[in-house]
């Protein structure tokens, strides 16, 4: 198999955890990809209309996109056990979405700032952005500490691979302030060695 791959993307980061905590790393080739919407991978293209990593070129079909449904894939290939059938399904999806909302909103700041000249940036807009990213912060502190303090699986990975772009790329807005049981869970979450292993970094 083949990842279209950015060390610098949370999205793949969240794959390249599942393949590690399910023991496929060496199953897959990365692909280091470029690509902005302004300036989208022809290459990445033909493997993702929409021009966005990850995605997964299978041997035995075709490629794969949108960071859930590869991560889902790959804990089904592998045998994993990050998405939870019972009483807990419902709430690892809905974690993960949240985990995901907070992605695509500070990905939208990020791109505020870095594409978009800055004589037409919209401030009201990135404060709206950033509203998203503080009340899901403060929502996860305040009623998920408990899910989170149980057996890995795909919502804590994003809530990890989530707070981890923060620090990334808007450490200067700080999200720990006030959420200290979710700033204490991050901590520790962190050392665990596939997250530690696939820390966000610009491409060299």
Same mark, same amino acid.
């Given at each position: 198999?083949?990842?279209?791959?950015?060390?610098?993307?949370?999205?793949?980061?969240?794959?390249?955890?599942?393949?590690?905590?399910?023991?496929?790393?060496?199953?897959?080739?990365?692909?280091?990809?470029?690509?902005?919407?302004?300036?989208?991978?022809?290459?990445?293209?033909?493997?993702?209309?929409?021009?966005?990593?990850?995605?997964?070129?299978?041997?035995?079909?075709?490629?794969?996109?949108?960071?859930?449904?590869?991560?889902?894939?790959? %804990?089904? @290939?592998?045998?994993?056990?990050?998405?939870?059938?019972?009483?807990? +399904?419902? /709430?690892? $999806?809905?974690?993960? =979405?949240?985990?995901?909302?907070?992605?695509?909103?500070?990905?939208?700041?990020?791109y505020e700032a870095r594409l978009r000249p800055e004589a037409i940036r919209f401030e009201a807009w990135t404060d709206g952005q950033w509203g998203k990213v503080a009340r899901a912060c403060a929502v996860l502190d305040q009623r998920w500490m408990s899910?989170?303090?149980?057996?890995?699986?795909?919502?804590?990975?994003?809530?990890?691979?989530?707070?981890?772009?923060?620090?990334?790329?808007?450490?200067?807005? %700080?999200? @720990?302030?006030?959420?200290?049981?979710?700033?204490?869970?991050?901590? +520790?979450? /962190?050392? $665990?060695?596939?997250? =530690?292993?696939?820390?966000?970094?610009?491409?060299?």
């Amino acid at each position: 198999m083949k990842l279209s791959y950015s060390p610098a993307s949370p999205y793949v980061r969240k794959v390249m955890v599942v393949l590690h905590e399910t023991g496929q790393l060496d199953d897959v080739e990365l692909v280091t990809t470029t690509t902005t919407p302004l300036s989208p991978s022809l290459e990445l293209i033909g493997k993702n209309p929409l021009g966005k990593v990850p995605a997964l070129e299978r041997d035995d079909g075709p490629a794969l996109f949108d960071s859930r449904v590869i991560c889902a894939y790959l %804990n089904e @290939r592998g045998k994993g056990s990050l998405y939870p059938e019972g009483a807990r +399904k419902w /709430e690892v $999806r809905t974690l993960e =979405a949240l985990a995901d909302g907070i992605l695509d909103a500070a990905l939208a700041v990020t791109y505020e700032a870095r594409l978009r000249p800055e004589a037409i940036r919209f401030e009201a807009w990135t404060d709206g952005q950033w509203g998203k990213v503080a009340r899901a912060c403060a929502v996860l502190d305040q009623r998920w500490m408990s899910h989170l303090a149980g057996p890995l699986d795909i919502g804590q990975i994003g809530v990890a691979c989530a707070l981890g772009y923060l620090d990334f790329r808007h450490d200067a807005r %700080n999200w @720990r302030q006030g959420n200290d049981a979710l700033a204490a869970w991050f901590e +520790k979450i /962190e050392s $665990r060695p596939s997250l =530690a292993a696939t820390k966000p970094r610009d491409a060299k």
